[in-house]
């Protein structure tokens, strides 16, 4: 089974956070910050804003105090069943520093007894970048406690990003955004899933006419109609066609406003592309079905997936090491460690993949 990712812990969290089965304690940390945001946001939403004044506190780690902390969440709400507190940037409470040794008696530690035994009127929320260290007595205080819900978000995986862009334009938008938009758009705003989400704001804004986000709904919203990207360029290579690789890729070039961009992008692209190639000829190697490879990977989209696959075919699993050596000293290149012009860099990649 694959190991869930920062998409459907998050997921799986507003539906508890809107439920009457809440802990009493969240932690949330991790890199990746648009969930920690967001889940902010649905916490801040479960007071309304008539109680606001009284039920619901947002407090900052560097501004408060332990003792003032703990008096805040003991209190109980005022005409109201619940109240509130988020406290941001944990780590910057009071004297507490991340990474000491379970011997540091920091006032941080003054709030293991309520993690113990918390406020039941009271909803904690926690959001920081990292988590307390597991050999401190307040990592481990939060690790024991059954009434905290400690979670991570991670970076979602470069492979999982069109399953999300799908599923948040039909979550937030009542929109559908086939296969091929998604991995568009993904493929050229990047793994920021703030920048993402407001790219997808955009474009179902702009088809708010149709049920349906195509692949030109993409271009024209996004700026790309030009006649080749690097889709096209992906087909090319995998068709081994070298000819028409390195035509496509000089096209890119000349119609791109930064080559340099444009091979970082592309050599981000194809490390993405080959890093699955990879998976799926390993995972296959050692018997495991289309099926079991898919689950493995746990890519939802089947369009996607067999696209993956019918790519994987047009490689061998030893040809591997040499294709990676390939884009990471194209990677290199491009960001400075070489003389070579940008044309020529991608252009010797495109050609030590192919051959």
């Not at 940390?29 to 920690?36: A, T």
């Not at 008696?105 to 918390?118: A, K, R, T």
Request: aromatic letters at 10%; one cysteine or more.
């Amino acid at each position: 089974m694959a190991k869930k990712t920062s998409i459907e812990r998050y997921s799986e969290l507003l539906k508890e956070l809107k439920s009457g089965d809440r802990k009493a304690v969240y932690f949330f940390f991790g890199e990746e910050e648009f969930f920690l945001d967001k889940l902010q946001e649905t916490v801040e939403g479960l007071v309304p804003e008539d109680q606001k004044d009284f039920n619901f506190d947002l407090l900052y780690g560097r501004d408060i105090t332990v003792e003032k902390l703990l008096s805040i969440i003991r209190s109980y709400p005022m005409m109201a069943e619940q109240r509130v507190v988020i406290l941001r940037d944990f780590h910057q409470l009071s004297s507490y520093t991340p990474g000491q040794d379970s011997t540091y008696e920091g006032s941080v530690n003054d709030l293991i007894p309520y993690l113990q035994q918390p406020n039941p009127s009271t909803l904690f929320v926690c959001i920081d970048p990292k988590k307390p260290a597991g050999n401190t007595k307040i990592g481990k205080a939060l690790k024991k406690s059954k009434d905290t819900g400690v979670h991570e978000f991670k970076e979602v995986p470069d492979y999982r990003l069109p399953d999300w862009i799908i599923s948040w334009a039909r979550s937030e938008h009542s929109k559908k955004i086939e296969p091929p938009a998604a991995q568009m758009l993904a493929q050229y705003v990047g793994n920021s899933l703030q920048l993402l989400s407001t790219e997808i704001d955009k474009v179902c804004t702009f088809v708010d006419t149709s049920d349906t986000v195509k692949e030109s709904h993409i271009k024209k919203i996004i700026g790309l109609y030009r006649e080749y990207s690097v889709f096209e360029l992906k087909d090319a290579m995998i068709s081994r066609n070298l000819d028409k690789s390195l035509f496509i890729a000089e096209q890119m070039l000349q119609h791109s406003k930064t080559n340099t961009g444009e091979i970082i992008r592309s050599v981000g692209f194809f490390y993405n592309l080959f890093s699955n190639i990879w998976q799926i000829q390993r995972l296959s190697a050692q018997g495991n079905s289309k099926k079991q490879v898919q689950d493995t990977l746990g890519i939802s989209s089947s369009w996607y997936f067999n696209k993956l696959w019918k790519d994987a075919s047009a490689f061998r699993l030893s040809e591997m090491p040499r294709i990676f050596e390939a884009l990471l000293d194209a990677d290199r290149a491009a960001k400075g460690f070489s003389t070579m012009d940008p044309a020529t860099i991608l252009l010797l990649m495109i050609k030590r993949i192919i051959d």
